[in-house]
């Protein structure tokens, strides 16, 4: 029987934060990766250095190579405020990091994906990452956020 789904997973939240706030939490979280979303280690001085598991979706496969690059695209999301924080969090406490943050990557053939970073439930704000599969809701509410803001 299949597990029901809880919709509020992947719920962004409306966040009270102004801009000067998102920016100074966009300078306080750090992409960090997981070797479980990579195919190839690349600069991302992941131990084991890749540990691939066949149902995870690959960092690789939305182009996403280098870790200065995956830093860009959480802060990023961040400033545009595509956030979830745990249900118990108030979004207004700056202490905090988000349980969840999402942005899009544009590719050269036009096409866009939307990645998902996780916290690593650590206090120093550590993220790891992964593109999400197309068409989901999230991932429309996504790209339509993402062009609002």
Excluded at 59 to 81: N, P
Excluded at 99 to 121: F, M, P, T
Excluded at 125 to 137: A, V
């Amino acid at each position: 029987m299949a597990r029901p789904r809880n919709r509020r997973k992947n719920q962004i939240q409306q966040n009270s934060l102004n801009p000067a706030e998102l920016d100074s939490l966009a300078s306080r979280v750090k992409y960090v990766g997981s070797p479980l979303h990579k195919r190839n280690p690349g600069d991302y001085g992941l131990h084991p250095p890749a540990a691939v598991r066949p149902q995870k979706t690959l960092c690789d496969d939305a182009l996403v190579v280098t870790r200065k690059e995956a830093q860009t695209l959480l802060e990023a999301g961040v400033r545009k405020g595509l956030l979830r924080y745990r249900s118990e969090s108030d979004p207004s406490r700056l202490d905090e990091f988000p349980q969840v943050i999402w942005a899009v990557k544009a590719l050269s053939d036009g096409s866009r994906i939307v990645l998902e970073a996780r916290h690593n439930n650590s206090p120093s704000g550590h993220y790891h990452g992964y593109p999400l599969l197309d068409r989901s809701p999230t991932s429309e509410k996504v790209l339509r956020l993402w062009d609002e803001k």
